[in-house]
């Protein structure tokens, strides 16, 4: 083993494995950090800057049924008009299910998606692309891994600082037992 072995480690005297999990947990937030840079330039140009959401949720696994209950939250800013950065984290409770050997496990995500939104006559709609990190367990054992989400939204406003905001969303999970869900929130939104 020497110093230019890409698999050396100072002040240890063995090989490491690789880590493919941490690999994707630092390209999401090398992600994140770019498109933070360009948070500043809307606030100038738009009524608020950032958004909290909080939401119930129906969903599950495409394989086990889509029934299930959860919540996500939400925090969004924006970047460009009618651009947007999402952060959501969310989990839904496969209750009473089997999902490969978990019984009744829950699936967690947290996901970091650009968005684009449209004004319409009373609302803004829009559309979110991104990448996330997903867990399926059930306490007792658990699968992880990257994927993808897609989803599509609306923002219907209450008054100047609150909207109901309603989203469907995908996942497609590099997790063995079931990749790919689905979930519909519906929650209540807070623009500052």
Request: charge should be negative; charged fraction near 15%.
């Amino acid at each position: 083993m020497t110093a230019s072995d890409p698999q050396f480690h100072p002040g240890c005297a063995r090989r490491r494995a690789p880590r493919p999990a941490c690999r994707s947990v630092v390209l999401l937030l090398a992600g994140a950090l770019l498109l933070l840079a360009g948070a500043g330039a809307a606030s100038a140009q738009e009524r608020y800057s950032y958004t909290v959401t909080l939401s119930p949720s129906i969903g599950g696994s495409f394989s086990e049924g889509t029934d299930s209950g959860g919540v996500q939250a939400a925090f969004s800013w924006r970047t460009q008009p009618r651009t947007a950065v999402g952060i959501r984290l969310g989990s839904i409770g496969l209750g009473g299910d089997q999902v490969g050997s978990l019984v009744s496990p829950t699936f967690r995500y947290a996901t970091i998606s650009g968005e684009y939104r449209f004004q319409e006559l009373y609302y803004q709609s829009g559309v979110f692309f991104g990448l996330g990190l997903y867990q399926l367990g059930d306490g007792v054992d658990s699968e992880e891994g990257p994927g993808l989400t897609l989803g599509v939204s609306g923002d219907f406003p209450i008054n100047e600082r609150f909207s109901v905001v309603i989203e469907l969303s995908g996942h497609y999970a590099d997790i063995d037992a079931a990749s790919t869900y689905a979930a519909v929130h519906a929650g209540v939104a807070y623009q500052f």
